[in-house]
């Protein structure tokens, strides 16, 4: 008896939901539509499907404004003389994926230096 109850009220539950959502679906999008929506609404930054190198995916002023990239100060960081000193200037010291980038960086040219921070 019991769950002949329940299918009956679950049976009443779903009719309520489909009226629901029948004025809600008078109004459907297309599946372009959707993908083009969720683009322009991603919280990751644009990407570029056609890269052939890992670095170019997401190219650096689509993460950081080109203004705000020339803005920032890396003077100090690149005449600490050591990890430990270059660790101590930065915001967040708790990424092992920093330090790992941190360690790297004397192995890097100068002028990849920064783009790879």
Known sequence: M?????????????????????PATLYSIGAEELQETADDN?????????????GDIYPLHNIIPEAEWKALSTS???????EKDKIALLAYR???????HVK???????????RNM
């Open 2 to 22: 019991l769950w002949r109850a329940s299918s009956r009220v679950l049976r009443g539950f779903s009719q309520t939901v489909r009226f629901a959502l029948s």
């Open 94 to 100: 708790r990424s092992d994926w920093i330090f790992q």
């Open 76 to 82: 100090a960081f690149e005449s600490a003389d050591s």
């Open 42 to 54: 991603r919280l990751v930054p644009e990407f570029d499907a056609s890269a052939t190198d890992s």
């Open 104 to 114: 790297n960086l004397p192995s890097l040219p100068i002028k990849t230096k920064r």
